[in-house]
């Protein structure tokens, strides 16, 4: 079977998958790095148009400034290729390998049908060159398609439910930095329906890290210890380390705004949806909110992941 590979850049992180492997990085990209390593740094920079980035981890730590991702002008920049090529890359990617299929998703605002034209074009006529290997990744050989974020979810929720194609389902992405809704009937993208409001998780993890930093006698918490408290219930554990004073509260309170934001775009809608699907990292946020009278409200296992596992989901089946 030919290599597929689904990319989902996020503001905050990119997601990828490929059939077998799942990765999931930070989307920091900077080009403020020498070309030139110094003192066994180990930096594996990418170039592109003879400019050299650091993107994940090692922008992360290395650079001293990282690019605005929220920036409608960073699609298709150089520091959006190189994440792209940093995602390949742990997926094994090889641009002369036959077959192979790319499908990447596009914040919904963006993905009009001039806007996915231009993208697709922008791709297929640029090179990535990876220094650590001296591979150059290009992509006129591979088949490449422009999938808008959220819609990665529904083939996701198709993956696992064959009567996905008969159903109006509602999308509910939530992001890093902004809340994205489609909705596919019956399969169908419907694309006056996309719809995009600026209520992503992220500054939730920043108050919540304030809220940890302001408590007397303990240290602060990573991001990384709050999204893991949330997940297994220690930052509402008194008894516990990482426990957050008004850490549940304030969870509970995005979480109702988020459902009444939900449930505005459900009113909204040419017709009622027989599902909506909650996916993208804060979709985690909705415990307190798993079931709600009136419809049917159902969060992605894989919340976070959910994208690009629907991406490669779609790009096997139109690869065969």
């Keep these: 079977m030919s290599k597929v590979i689904g990319v989902d850049i996020g503001y905050g992180r990119t997601k990828v998958y490929d059939g077998e492997r799942r990765d999931n990085f930070a989307s920091a990209v900077s080009s403020q790095v020498a070309a030139e390593a110094t003192f066994e740094s180990h930096l594996q920079p990418f170039f592109v148009h003879d400019r050299a980035y650091i993107a994940g981890e ?7 400034t990282v690019e605005d991702t929220r920036n409608e002008s960073f699609l298709c920049s150089g520091g959006w290729f190189a994440l792209l090529a940093h995602a390949l890359r742990g997926a094994g990617y090889d641009p002369d390998c036959e077959g192979a299929v790319i499908a990447i998703g596009l914040p919904p605002g963006m993905c009009g049908p001039d806007r996915y034209r231009q993208v697709l074009r922008t791709v297929k006529e640029t090179s990535v060159l990876d220094r650590s290997s001296g591979m150059a990744y290009r992509f006129a050989r591979t088949r490449v398609i422009i999938i808008p974020q959220g819609v990665g979810i529904y083939y996701y929720y198709h993956m696992t439910s064959p009567e996905a194609a008969d159903q109006k389902v509602a999308i509910a ?8 809704f489609v909705f596919v009937s019956q399969g169908r993208y419907v694309e006056h329906a996309r719809e995009t409001r600026p209520a992503g998780v992220g500054r939730e993890y920043d108050h919540l890290m304030q809220l940890a930093q302001a408590m007397p006698g303990r240290g602060p918490l990573t991001r990384a210890e709050i999204v893991s408290g949330i997940a297994d219930g220690t930052l509402f554990d008194e008894n516990h380390g990482n426990y957050v004073k008004g850490a549940e509260e304030h969870l509970v309170g995005y979480a109702r705004n988020i459902f009444s934001i939900i449930e505005s775009y459900v009113a909204s809608l040419p017709a009622k949806p027989d599902v909506i699907i909650a996916g993208g990292g804060g979709a985690r946020l909705l415990f307190a909110l798993k079931s709600k009278p009136g419809y049917r409200l159902s969060i992605a296992a894989e919340a976070e992941l959910a994208n690009a596992i629907g991406y490669w989901h779609y790009a096997t089946m139109l690869a065969g």
Aim: glycine share 6%; aromatic share 0%.
């Design 58 to 64: 090692d922008a992360q730590i290395h650079a001293r």
């Design 173 to 180: 992405d939530i992001g890093h930095q902004t809340l994205d």
